[in-house]
Structures are given as C-alpha cells and as structure tokens.
C-alpha cells in the first residue's frame, strides 16, 4: 500500500515529484497506514532527543555497514532491520535527518539497493521540520514488527566499484567534496576526523561540486532551474550520458545521486561510494592534484 | 591493559556500561550527554581560552585548569546537537574533574575503547573521544611545563 504523493508546485518541475515530501504533507499524514518515517543522523543518538512522533531510527555506520567488511549488509540482514522496523515491502518510507538530509540520503541509496520501490525524502530533513515548530517526542516509539522479504541486494545499477571507475574515464565524474580535498590540500572534509586515505588530490577528469550546492539556505533541494544551472551548465553534465559520483565514504555523494537521479532526471548515475578512502591508498590509481580536473589517464593502469 | 592506573571514577563508569546491554549503553551514554555542565561563568566569555577537538565531527572544545597543588579540572563545550560528542566530553570531565596531574597523564589512551560502546557507537566515532583525551593531557602537560 502506498501513500499519495506530495503534489507541492515546486516538487512537479523536478523528474520524479514523488520522491519528496514537504513538512505540511507529513505533518497532515502522520500516523497513516502504509507509512513509515525514518530518522538517519550523522549522530547516533540525535534521534533520541526528540525525533518526528512515530519515527523509527536508522543508523547509516551500525545499522546498514556490514560489521566485518566493508560493505553494506546482506538482504538477509536487511530484511531483518526494516522488518523490525515495521517497514514492509510495498510500505512508503520518508527518510529525514540532519545536516542537509546529508545521511537521509546515504539511507535512500541503500534502500534503493535492495529495490524498495517507494522510498522518499523529507524536504528539509529534520532541522527545517524543527525550525517550522512542527511536533517532536522522546517518546520511544512502538512498532510492529512487519515482515519483509529477503531480497538480493543488486550493485549494478546505482553503485560504482574502483574498477568501474577506472573503465569509465571519458564519460563525466563528479567529486563532491571541499574544494580543499578536491585539489589534494587535505584528505578530509574540513573539521572531520582523518579516515585514512595516503594520497591527496582526486580522481583526474572529475568536475568539483560540493554536495552542499544543491542545498538552498533551508536545507531544502534547490530549484530545478538553480540545479540546471549548476550541473549542467556548471559541471557540463548532458542527459544520456553516464555519470559517476564520489566523495570521501560516499555519503556525501549519495545525496548527489539523488539530485541527480531523482530531481534532474539522469538515468545512470552510479556512486563510487569506496571513494576518496579507497583511491586515495590503492596502489598504481592515477591521482589529478589542484584545481583542474586533469587529463585522463593514456593507458589503464594495471589492476 | 593494565587496570591500576585508571582512576576509580574512569574505572566505575567503564563498569557501568559493560553491565548493560548494547541499546542501553547508548541510553546511559545520553544521560551523560544531558549532564554535560554548563562551562563556569568565568569561562562562557572567553571563546578564545577553548582549544577545537577536530578530530571530533561537531564542534567541540576543551579548556584544562590545573591549579598549584596539582588538581585538574577540564571544560568542555559541545552543542546539543551533537549528543554523542558531548556524552563523550561529559564521561571524561566527570571522571576527570578533580584527579591530579599524575593520575590523569596515567589514564590509559585506550580508555574510550574499553567501554564497550564500540558496537553501540561504531569505532570512528569513538575516535573523537580518543582524541578528547589526548588533548586533555596535552593540556595539562603545556600546563605544568610553562
């Protein structure tokens, strides 16, 4: 069962409207059958200082990332969680957090690699919903548990591996991170902790564009005229062609390839999501330092 | 590990997670957060004093007193958006605040890895308390050098 779509103005010029919600229409749908709201904080336990009534938690780092590997976890592990989240397979699931919808988003990608059909974002994410005086709890929510099929995770379509990008140089990638760690001054986003990467710089040929650019001041998603503006017209990005994106974990990338994917209509866009943390230590992977994107690499260095 | 140089207050908190469960341990790391004490008035109007932890992913900063006969007192500061960051803060200013030079340069560095929140919490986040801590006693150790 799924629930109506928001049919805000501003949502119907993006390619797929359906994929947002905006405060009102949450706030007027609380509570509806069908219908699951999902926290995703950088913060683990942001949520429990108060979280939208009803809302379940979503942790990116100890809920969705294999424990042992790195990777995401398994359709078996992934049943079990939104199962015991009261989320079904045919449920709608609307996913906020904080900071820009930054980890929202990162836990949408991951929905959509198990193919969970109706999954969208709360524009704004959870400081909006908070600066708008709309209702918080501390109450500990209480599901049913639901049951939920265990569906193979597909990779194909949405995610990028090391060698993936290495076969895609010629067609246009996309760094999101800082100008700082896109020329190679540092490794880590300004004000976040080191998570490892040996060299610095970025992959040669990517267009810089930090995530955050397709966030108005609200951290609402900036008209599609303002996102045409800057991904087509900035980073020379043309329909049909295919994309990757990549960050330092791919996180913030994920909330690109939404933009991407879901706001402008880019039918394959994929995230590199080992990104910088993978690139920056492999061995024999060419590296572009500066400001410029750089020249593609002549020969395919060996793998 | 050796257990003789972590300070009883350090060592009865460290016990108090272990005794619960996973979920709760994230519960009573929130309770710490929430006891967080507000900086001194002395301090709320000297920014400048605070040094930024940024290995932390929020903003957080500490400021170390040490007065004549030894005794420590730390300072933290973290907003309440950032919760984890400051249960972190807050378990070492309780355990902290009132040790001596020595007993605080004798905390074993990996104190925040023996709490058994690394599940709960995930081990990079548990960096930024590792990195709380080391600041701490290179606070201290500018201190008593000047």
Known sequence: ?303 | MTDHTLPSALADIRDDFLALEQRERLEMLLEFSNELPELPARYQEHPDLFERVVECQSPVYIFVEVEPDSVVHLYATAPKEAPTTRGFASILVQGIDGLTVDEVLGIPDDFPNTLGLTAAVSPLRIRGMTALLGRTKRQIRERIAA
Not at chain 1, 61 to 69: A, E, G, I, K, S
Not at chain 1, 95 to 120: C, E, M, P, S
Not at chain 1, 225 to 254: F, H, K, M, N, T
Request: aromatic share 10%; glycine share 8%; hydrophobic share 40%.
């Open chain 1, 1 to 303: 069962m799924t629930v109506e779509t928001d049919r805000s103005e501003k949502f119907a010029a993006y390619a797929h409207p359906e994929r947002l919600v905006s405060g009102d229409w949450l706030e007027a749908h609380l509570g509806e059958p069908g219908l699951v709201v999902v926290e995703s904080d950088e913060d683990v336990l942001l949520y429990e200082t108060g979280h939208i009534p009803g809302s379940v938690k979503i942790d990116w780092h100890t809920d969705l990332n294999d424990p042992v590997q790195r990777d995401y976890i398994d359709g078996a592990a992934f049943a079990e969680l939104v199962a015991g989240k009261g989320i079904s397979r045919d449920s709608t699931v609307v996913i906020y957090g904080d900071k820009n919808n930054w980890w929202a988003a990162y836990a949408l990608w991951v929905f959509t690699l198990f193919g969970h059909d109706d999954v969208r974002l709360l524009d704004g994410g959870r400081d909006k919903w908070i600066a708008e005086g709309r209702p918080i709890t501390t109450d500990r929510t209480v599901t049913d548990a639901a049951t939920y099929p265990v569906v193979e995770r597909r990779d194909d379509a949405i995610r990028a591996f090391k060698d993936d990008v290495l076969a895609h140089f010629g067609h246009p990638l996309i760094d999101v991170r800082s100008p700082e760690e896109y020329s190679g001054e540092r490794t880590t986003a300004p004000a976040y902790p080191e998570e490892g990467a040996l060299r610095a710089g970025h992959i040669p040929t990517a267009a810089n564009v930090p995530w955050a650019k397709a966030a108005a001041d609200d951290g609402t998603f900036k008209p599609v005229a303002e996102l045409d503006a800057i991904y087509r017209d900035g980073a020379g990005l043309e329909q049909g062609e295919p994309v990757i994106a990549y960050c330092r974990i791919g996180e913030r990338s994920s909330h690109t390839w939404f933009v991407l994917t879901h706001l402008l209509g880019f039918e394959n866009v994929r995230n590199y999501d080992g990104s910088w943390t993978e690139w920056g230590s492999a061995v024999r992977v060419p590296i572009a330092t500066g400001a410029e994107p750089g020249a593609a690499p002549s020969t395919t260095p060996a793998k």
